[in-house]
């Protein structure tokens, strides 16, 4: 009998909410003073700042310095810099005018790694774990109104053998690397909304939502809720209010049922629909806390035998993976970088991607919600585990992640943990085990509707792999070990140990250098023309098997890892473009297989000197998913071709030649051109 799970969600699109009402949302970024290093008074009003640096955020101290390559070259290493992993300081003053007195005050960060402590004019107000999730503090009684008031976060970004995650292949970047704004309300207010829809279908579709409100008064707040519902177009489809008390010094969660969708507007890759929400806490008709959100619906399924099902169709997940990092910006991207990443996935027809190994920016989200991209999202419990404190702390993260992102229609994953078997001792395998165990009862209990995985490159053990509702591989055969038709068997039979669980493909990938090539590699060189093979042949081998329900390239982007002694020092390059951005041969491969929009691309534009030979064939690949492709060399046509792959063997003339070739598709022509200079040997 099949194993299947349905969910059924229609979800929020914006985990930071749009306000309105009595709320403000202030963006503070500007105009912060950082120092690197230890103090013990950081937080002190009069401290000379004569040393310190005038930054805004987001912001890093290690954009540069993990690539430092002195400790393989410099005698005098020992007082040189290197991947500083330490504490750093920032301080800002702020005005509070009067007319803030009676409202809460909220300080709310999108991120800080990885530990962060929270003073404001020189007060203790809180210590947050973990550097990926979002957190804040009522700062409101610790302010002097019609002042200046100082705010000083001391983060750090050092090894804690409690804090996930210990190691990883990644760099472990330091700072305040994401938005950091002030919140204003009443003092009865919003802390959040959760939206689901237990029942969905073509026809119809039930919502409800589930308000958490605080009132902070001394005094009970006697009044209404009031929910909007609007269709993609803006036009408003329901409108429903509910009489509400709470009394003084107390919060309340409620759930109400609102008023069916009839014929909804389905959220898919294709037709990421969004639904807009408002909501509105209400004294006699008067706003005192107002959000506005966008929300899809949609349901789907995985199936163990027959894959993934969105909407009760089948749709083969294809993606990548994305670590947030990026050249010149260490993790400190500005807003608009991350919204230029996740359109370049799109772009390349991905319609899958894993947020790689923690929580990122609320931007993606919102992006992959508005774009229709579906997503794995994990926390970062990767490469080895620690003990009761280490256990805790990714609870508290796992609980942060989903109440934060739980509205998100893009989300359909939450991941676990990822590659903890590989390097525990055996006789501490059983710590991963608990830990798991653990993680996936939580999960399910913060939310009933979504699926729960862990990625795992070997077996070790009990299969640890039975305690999520999906099974993940990261194998990378023909890179590290084996063949790349090895990778297909070995997928068969971790298939057979449970045919009923749902199966997905988490990493594969091989390294490669923009620009560097080779003629018929015979082993893994970080040349193109490999990773072009790998791919293929991988790709082929998931296309090929039903069953495995989605698959994720490792990476879509080059990124830092301190770790890393590859072609480039501290740099994993298994991008499917480079550090900054730039694609690779195996980019266009994926898009000639991935993309509905028409596309061609003669291979390889990083490679314009060639040689050879006089006379001597020489092979030349354009990848296009068109209907039929032609070559022309030197004005002289070599002909069309209408299966894949698209390869001609060619005589170059010696010095210039240029290559043309054109795709047709649906009535479209695509073209692309080349020149390359061939130079003659003997």
Not at 335 to 342: A, G, K, M, S, Y
Not at 386 to 407: P, R, V
Not at 527 to 533: F, N, R
Request: charged share 25%.
């Amino acid at each position: 009998m099949k194993s299947l799970f349905i969910i059924i969600l229609a979800l929020v699109i914006n985990t930071t909410f749009s306000y309105t009402g009595n709320r403000e949302k202030i963006n503070i970024n500007e105009d912060w003073f950082f120092i690197k290093g230890e103090l013990k008074t950081g937080f002190a009003k009069n401290l000379a700042l004569l040393e310190w640096e005038k930054v805004n955020l987001p912001h890093t101290w290690n954009v540069w310095d993990s690539f430092d390559t002195r400790v393989e070259e410099d005698s005098l290493f020992d007082i040189a810099e290197y991947y500083y992993r330490g504490p750093g300081w920032y301080r800002k003053e702020i005005f509070f005018p009067k007319s803030d007195k009676g409202k809460r005050i909220f300080i709310e960060f999108e991120a800080a790694n990885v530990l962060a402590d929270v003073w404001v004019n020189e007060i203790h107000v809180g210590q947050h774990i973990g550097g990926y999730s979002g957190f804040k503090y009522d700062i409101t009684d610790y302010l002097y109104y019609g002042k200046n008031n100082l705010i000083a976060v001391r983060v750090d970004n050092s090894f804690n053998y409690d804090i996930p995650p210990q190691r990883a292949d990644y760099t472990m970047y330091g700072g305040i690397y994401r938005d950091v704004y002030l919140v204003k309300t009443n003092q009865t207010y919003f802390e959040y909304v959760h939206i689901t829809t237990p029942k969905v279908s073509e026809k119809e579709a039930e919502i409800f939502i589930e308000p958490f409100i605080i009132n902070k008064s001394e005094n009970d707040f006697n009044g209404s809720l009031k929910f909007e519902v609007f269709d993609p177009v803006k036009k408003k489809i329901s409108e429903q209010s509910f009489e509400i008390s709470i009394k003084g010094k107390d919060s309340v969660k409620l759930k109400f049922d609102l008023a069916n969708v009839v014929d909804p507007k389905l959220w898919s890759p294709d037709s990421p629909n969004l639904y807009n929400f408002a909501a509105s806490i209400e004294i006699n008709s008067s706003s005192v806390d107002r959000i506005t959100n966008h929300f899809g619906i949609r349901w789907y399924e995985f199936d163990g035998q027959e894959g993934f099902f969105l909407n009760g169709s089948y749709l083969k997940l294809h993606g990548v993976n994305r670590h947030q990092d990026r050249y010149g910006y260490g993790n400190a991207l500005p807003n608009e970088l991350h919204r230029e990443d996740v359109r370049i996935i799109k772009d390349i027809g991905a319609n899958f991607l894993r947020l790689a190994h923690y929580q990122q920016d609320p931007v993606v989200l919102n992006m992959c919600d508005s774009l229709g991209l579906l997503v794995w999202e994990e926390i970062p419990v990767i490469t080895s585990v620690g003990e009761d404190k280490f256990k805790e702390n990714a609870k508290s993260m796992l609980y942060e992640m989903i109440t934060q992102h739980y509205n998100h229609p893009s989300i359909i994953v939450w991941g676990l943990m990822n590659e903890t078997v590989r390097s525990q001792p055996n006789d501490r395998l059983h710590i991963n085990v608990e830990i798991c165990k653990e993680l996936s009862e939580m999960a399910k209990e913060l939310d009933t509707y979504r699926y729960t995985t862990q990625a795992q490159m070997r077996a070790r053990g009990e299969d640890i792999h039975k305690y999520t509702d999906i099974r993940a591989w990261n194998k990378y055969f023909g890179w590290y070990y084996d063949d790349f038709e090895d990778f297909g068997p070995f997928m068969d039979n971790e298939h057979a140990k449970d045919p009923n669980q749902p199966f997905i493909i988490s990493e594969y990938g091989a390294g490669s250098k923009l620009g560097y090539h080779v003629e018929n590699p015979t082993e893994p060189d970080f040349s193109e023309e490999w990773a072009l093979e790998f791919h293929r042949s991988h790709w082929e081998q998931i296309k090929a098997r039903k069953w495995i329900a989605g698959s994720t390239v490792w990476n879509m982007y080059d990124f830092a890892s301190d770790e890393k002694a590859g072609n480039e020092p501290h740099i994993n390059q298994k991008g499917l473009a480079s550090f900054d951005r730039k694609p690779k041969d195996v980019f266009y491969y994926y898009q000639s297989e991935w993309s509905k929009e028409p596309m061609i691309y003669i291979v390889s534009h990083t490679w314009l000197e060639r040689e050879g030979k006089k006379n001597e064939l020489k092979k030349l690949e354009v990848l296009s998913n068109c209907y039929e492709v032609e070559l022309v060399l030197n004005e002289k046509s070599f002909g069309t071709k209408t299966n894949k792959p698209f390869i001609w063997e060619i005589n170059y003339q010696p010095g210039k030649n240029i290559i043309k070739a054109m795709g047709i598709m649906k009535d479209v022509k695509v073209y692309d051109e080349l020149e390359i200079n061939y130079k003659v040997i003997d």
